[in-house]
């Protein structure tokens, strides 16, 4: 089992970058996928990218294609995402989450673990 705390949301400003933390908990973090998803109000939670537990594979929404990048360190049990060039449709709370699943998926259904969320706020 893996707990996980993100950090890092704040409020900003359209073009701006920012990076997101997620920490997790347990000595098992290497058996997980990770990912990171966001959601706003009245909408589905939605994914943004993800990574392989190895770190060697990554897959990314073509919303963020380009100006998001997901990275993992696996020493220290942290999935960081990288947010470059932000536009306020980027506004959202950003969930990180954990995946047992043997491939990289896009599908909120097949993460096992979820964070708390963190507030990121993008203004024009």
């Known amino acids: 089992q893996v707990s996980l705390i993100e950090s890092g949301g704040r409020l900003v400003q359209a073009g701006d970058s920012l990076r997101l933390s997620c920490a997790a908990s347990?000595?098992?973090?290497?058996?997980?996928?990770m990912a990171w998803f966001r959601q706003t109000p009245g909408k589905e939670r939605e994914f943004v990218a993800t990574?392989?537990?190895?770190?060697?594979?990554?897959y990314y929404a073509d919303s963020v294609k380009g100006r998001f990048t997901i990275s993992r360190d696996n020493a220290k049990s942290t999935t960081f995402l990288q947010m470059n060039s932000l536009k306020p449709e980027d506004t959202a709370i950003y969930y990180c989450?954990?995946?047992?699943?043997?491939?990289?998926?896009?599908?909120?259904?097949?993460?096992?673990?979820w964070g708390q969320g963190t507030q990121v706020t993008v203004s024009s």
């Open positions: 347990g000595r098992t973090f290497v058996r997980y996928n």
């Open positions: 990574i392989s537990w190895s770190g060697g594979d990554q």
């Open positions: 989450a954990a995946s047992t699943n043997v491939v990289l998926t896009t599908h909120r259904e097949r993460y096992n673990y």
